[in-house]
C-alpha cells in the first residue's frame, strides 16, 4: 500500500468513529450505501444505537433520511443516464439500439406497472439501488418516488434495529 494511503486510512477511520461523530457518520454511511456503491449501513445504525440506546430514534430517523436522499440522487443518476442514452441515439440514428433481453423487458414492465410504488422496494439488498435508478431512467414520477423510498427505508432500519437490539 502507498505510505500516503496508510497514513490516510486510520485518521479516515478516527473521523467515521462512532462514538466521536455519531449521527453525522451514520447519515454519512447511509447515505453513500443508497448510490450504487455497495456498502451496508445497518451495522453503523446498530452500532450507534447499541452504545447510545437514547440514540434509537435520532439514529433510525437520520439514517432513513441519508438513505433516502441517497436514493433520490440514484433517481437522478438514472435520469441523467437516460437523457445521455437519447442524445447518444439521436446522434447516431441509423445505428439500430441494443436489444434487451426478455428478463430485461419483464423488468421494465413490472417497474412501469406497479410505478412509483415499487420504490418502496428499494430498500432490499441488491436491487434496491438499481430499482432507484431504473426508476429515474424509466422517468417515474420524483416525489412520490421519493416518498416511496422514504416509508420503505425507514420500515428497513427501524425493524432491522429494533431485531437487532432484541436478539443481541
Not at 455519531?22 to 447515505?31: D, H, M, Q
Not at 436514493?71 to 437516460?82: I, L, Q, S, Y
Not at 439501488?129 to 427505508?153: E, I, Q, S, T
Request: net charge positive; proline share 8%.
Amino acid at each position: 500500500m502507498e505510505p500516503w494511503m496508510t497514513d490516510l486510512m486510520p485518521a479516515a477511520l478516527a473521523w467515521l468513529a462512532i462514538p466521536q461523530v455519531g449521527l453525522g457518520a451514520v447519515f454519512a454511511i447511509a447515505f453513500v450505501s443508497a448510490t450504487l456503491l455497495p456498502m451496508g449501513s445497518e451495522p453503523a445504525v446498530f452500532g450507534l444505537v447499541k452504545l447510545q440506546p437514547e440514540m434509537f430514534w435520532p439514529a433510525v430517523l437520520v439514517a432513513s433520511l441519508g438513505n433516502t436522499l441517497g436514493g433520490a440522487v440514484t433517481w437522478w443518476m438514472g435520469e441523467g443516464a437516460r437523457r445521455a442514452a437519447d442524445r447518444l441515439r439521436h446522434r447516431h440514428e441509423a445505428s439500430p439500439s441494443a436489444p434487451h433481453s426478455r428478463a430485461d423487458q419483464r423488468a421494465m414492465q413490472w417497474l412501469a406497472r406497479f410505478g412509483p410504488k415499487a420504490c418502496l422496494l428499494s430498500w432490499l439488498p441488491v436491487v434496491g439501488d438499481p430499482l432507484c435508478a431504473v426508476a429515474g431512467w424509466l422517468r417515474l414520477p420524483f416525489w412520490p418516488c421519493v416518498a416511496y423510498m422514504a416509508v420503505g427505508k425507514f420500515a428497513r432500519y427501524l425493524t432491522m434495529t429494533g431485531f437487532l437490539l432484541w436478539v443481541v
